[in-house]
């Protein structure tokens, strides 16, 4: 059932994104993912739109001459399936790149709102941390790598290939993109992937609503190149305002375990405290 409050609770956090984004103190750390994504990807489509004339050239030597037609079309085909594959490639690619920065950008939104450290500002403890960062973000792409390739089987599939599952894709692809960024302030206080899904989906509306203005942004070229840290900071207030008080940061879970334990308050196997 829609939550009308909810959906307009994934409005103003991702407008808020956008304010937040251009405080000072917190360009900076857009600039450079922004950077390392013009040249990595946008080097990655030139060099597949430069390769289309020779792949069009080299599929019509196997065509007879009735089908010598296809050769106006083609390019055509082959662009737009390159900017399908272009739009997956970027979000995965870009998780990748933008990670490290999105954590300590993340850190540095949720300070800014609360007035509170999260952990040591050092370059060696980022240094020591992005590793960690690089393993969440292949533990997203395990979970949503099996779903998209069903999906894309699916598409196939007479009536429902063209009427349901592109509606669910875009579903499944607004949850992911509000997964993807949320997870940094989640992430950051080291709560669990798992755990945060739980969360997430307790404010569904709101979590897809969010995700869904994310996605949009990211089809759009130059736009799909700022909403990244747009959206992590949207992400980070989102996760300040709904979710950080159910949850304790490590090192208060850390120092408290045992007290906790000898309270009787419940904590996972790995000290990290459960939402009240």
Not at 148 to 173: E, H
Not at 188 to 213: C, D, I, Q, S
Request: glycine share 6%; hydrophobic share 50%; aromatic share 12%.
């Amino acid at each position: 059932m829609l939550n009308q409050q909810e959906i307009k609770l994934g409005f103003e956090y991702f407008v808020t994104g956008w304010h937040l984004i251009q405080q000072k103190g917190l360009r900076r750390f857009a600039v450079m993912p922004v950077l390392l994504n013009i040249l990595l990807l946008g080097g990655l489509f030139i060099a597949f739109v430069f390769q289309i004339k020779n792949v069009v050239s080299h599929l019509m030597d196997y065509m007879p001459s009735w089908l010598s037609w296809l050769g106006g079309i083609l390019p055509i085909l082959i662009i737009g399936m390159i900017l399908v594959l272009y739009y997956f490639i970027f979000a995965t690619l870009s998780g990748f790149i933008a990670a490290p920065f999105n954590g300590l950008l993340a850190e540095k939104v949720e300070k800014m709102m609360t007035g509170e450290e999260i952990s040591n500002d050092s370059l060696w403890a980022f240094i020591k941390d992005t590793p960690r960062m690089l393993a969440r973000e292949w533990q997203k792409l395990i979970y949503s790598l099996p779903k998209i390739i069903a999906l894309f089987l699916l598409s196939f599939v007479p009536l429902i290939g063209q009427t349901v599952i592109p509606l669910i894709t875009f579903l499944f692809s607004a949850w992911m993109m509000a997964i993807q960024y949320c997870d940094y302030p989640f992430d950051n206080h080291k709560v669990p992937f798992e755990l945060m899904k739980n969360e997430l989906a307790t404010k569904r509306n709101m979590t897809v609503t969010f995700g869904g203005l994310v996605s949009l942004c990211m089809l759009v070229p130059i736009v799909n190149l700022v909403v990244i840290p747009v959206a992590a900071c949207g992400a980070t207030a989102m996760w300040v305002k709904e979710y950080r008080h159910r949850f304790k940061s490590t090192s208060e879970s850390s120092n408290g375990a045992s007290a906790n334990v000898s309270l009787g308050k419940p904590s996972t196997s790995d000290g990290q405290l459960v939402p009240k």
